[in-house]
């Protein structure tokens, strides 16, 4: 079960980056270093969600891939809880709490597999 809900939450951490960085233009007028920064959270949010997907592949059988994955996860959520707590909206918490299911399931089915 756990991982089902790891590969769900890895696509729709990518779909929520691919979003977010195709809304830059929407909320940025121009190029600044603002919009880019808005575009590089959203690509930053693909690439963790790319990274789970090899963790899942590889079912943690890797000791440096399941090391990178399970850091970047933790940092990911330890930010996205700052950041939904300063921009205090719907979407901030929504992705919390996507990138907090990601984190927990990432421990649990590879914990799970490395013991089989």
């Known amino acids: 079960m756990s991982e089902i809900l790891h590969r769900i939450t890895s696509y729709l951490l990518i779909a929520l980056g691919i979003v977010h960085t195709s809304l830059t233009p929407v ?3 121009r190029l600044s270093p603002g ?3 808005f575009a590089g959270a959203g690509l930053a949010m693909v690439v963790l969600g790319f990274l789970n997907v090899c963790l899942r592949r590889d079912a943690g059988r890797d000791r440096v891939v399941r090391l990178l994955c399970h850091v970047a996860n933790v940092v990911f959520t330890m930010f996205g809880g700052l950041t939904a707590f300063v ?3 719907p979407q901030g918490y929504f992705g ?3 990138l907090s299911v990601l984190t927990v399931t990432s421990f649990t089915f590879v914990k799970r597999r490395s013991e089989e």
Request: no cysteine.
């Open 87 to 89: 921009i205090n909206e």
């Open 96 to 98: 919390l709490v996507l």
């Open 35 to 37: 919009a880019m920064w």
């Open 27 to 29: 909320f940025m007028s």
